[in-house]
């Protein structure tokens, strides 16, 4: 099993940044890629970012240019550095991991990951 926790959600103002942490434990040996998942109120959720095992980082349209994936491998840490915050960017941040290196995560869908974390919420304040 592998145990995800994720930190550093808050409120911040529109322009402003945050970074999130997801500390993974456990069985990490298995884990090929993480990513960065978020669930606005009233919304699916939809996928943010990915970082594969050798740090090769891949985003949605909506963030790129924005947000900034990264890892820190003797941390067992992906970190997710969000700038220029817009209040559309509120929701619950969920870090994600998967034995699969090209498979869902790297995809960007939901369905089929191994491991979640309870997510850490955003809120921008227009």
């Known amino acids: 099993q592998v145990q995800l926790v994720e930190s550093g959600g808050g409120l911040v103002q529109a322009g402003g940044s945050l970074r999130l942490s997801c500390a993974a434990s456990g069985n990490i040996f298995r884990i090929n890629i993480m990513g960065w998942y978020r669930q606005a109120p009233g919304k699916q959720r939809e996928w943010v970012a990915a970082?594969?095992?050798?740090?090769?980082?891949k985003y949605a349209d909506s963030v790129k240019g924005r947000f900034t994936i990264s890892r820190d491998n003797a941390k067992n840490t992906v970190y997710l550095q969000m700038n220029s915050l817009k209040s559309e960017d509120t929701a619950v941040y969920c870090c994600a991991a998967d034995r699969n290196l090209y498979g869902s995560i790297w995809v960007g869908i939901t369905a089929g990951i191994d491991y979640w974390g309870k997510g850490t919420l955003v809120t921008v304040s227009s």
């Open positions: 970082i594969t095992s050798g740090g090769r980082p």
